[in-house]
């Protein structure tokens, strides 16, 4: 009985012990799975929780998003297909790095600039959260720029604002040579747009790219140190093209600065004792160069201003932007697309030369919008279309790049009583529409205004 017993004993003492071994190799399966699991949530698309409450998937919003772009361009249906069959991926949207403070490169007073390839230090990638991955709040971190010893540049002047938890310093304005990688594109192409690189292939978007490779691309005031001013600080008037510059005899106050920034269709033959007569950056992109040479060719538009100062800076919110760049900078034809040309394009002068051309960062374009310009456009169906107008952009830009931003022109509380640009020969209203949000743009100058961060021209 007693060996019947010890038998049973160790049976059940086998058994016992045979389980725990089966169950212990089945937690390493489930594990070695989870674990795997867990590494490719890096390169999917989950929106965190917002305040709406739950998480959810955002993949089919981009998958919208590319749909709608396809009204546009033919280049989205493999990535479509993508979406669809795989949930297409981003390698940062889950991960933990911590960002160190962005370098600061001080410039000396250069007295002249060469054909040099870009820094030795290239662009790094950022991670910082702070809204739904929809937005994309997260941006590349450049060396900050430092050209002047300007101690009341706006830059040291923010911190003891209500902006400066908004403010970066460190996000790029301007996009180069260097930015390009295929990590790069991963991470851009799935904003479609100004915000990104999803409105462009990477073939060209490389080639592109590739011939904004001198330090000229890189800096907006890439002449500063032959301008033999002395000056400390640098100073950018900003005129935008609203009705309340008509009259305002502002044309040689604005002149008296030491760059000029305009946009679209600045007409100034006729009007230069509102509006001044220089311009040092033209911003545009190529629907809304195009656009103003049709509108506004009564008023006397023909294109953008060809003086010897001249950077044309593009805000480039589609392939056409990158096309039209590279043929301009490279003397070539357009090979396709609305623009496509047996010879180069003479938009820019016959002799122009890479060096003047600049074209801003998607980063810097999303960051303006999730920081400065979050419209509630973006809770809506038109959240896709929906970006800062290019007035905007280019003042957001002097703000970030200037050490002292006067912006005329630009759309006050009392805009009714003007004309929508100085230039109409009868009153048009200002007209708002859904890819833009001029009503908080205005709110937001007036609060730039109040913190002393820009000097907005009103009248009283």
Known sequence: MTGCLAHRSLMVAFLVLTAVLGF????LSLDTKWSHQDQNTIYSHKRPPDSRGGSSNTSEEDLLTLKFLMIHTDEFEPRIKKLESQKDADPEINSKRLIKPAKTVTVPNR??????TSRTSAPKAAVKPTVPDFIGDRYASDPVLIQTSCVESIRARVSGTNFSA???GDVPVLQWADHFSPEEYRRLSRYPGAHGWGSVGIDVLNVSLAVLNTT???????????RGNGSRCIRCAVVGNGGILKGSKKGEEIDQHHYVFRTNGAVIKGFEEDVGSRTSHYTFSTNTLRNSMRSY???GYHGPPLHTETRFVFLPDHDRDYILMRAA?????????PEKSAG????????????????????????????FLHSHMLNTRYKDIYRPSTGAVMLLAALHTCDEVNAYGFMTSDYNKYSDHYYDKTHHPVHFYANHDLQLEQKLWKELHDAKLIKLYMRT
């Open 344 to 371: 180069p394009p003479q938009y820019f002068g016959a002799n122009v030369t890479v060096e003047k051309f600049k074209m801003y960062h998607p980063d810097f374009i999303r960051y303006v919008r999730n920081r």
């Open 166 to 168: 908004r403010f970066l």
């Open 24 to 27: 212990y190799v089945l937690c």
């Open 297 to 299: 060719a009564g008023a």
């Open 216 to 226: 000229a691309n890189q800096e907006m005031f890439d002449d500063w140190g032959n």
């Open 111 to 116: 007295t002249s600039r060469t054909n040099t």
């Open 329 to 337: 900078a490279t003397h070539t034809a357009i090979l396709q697309g």
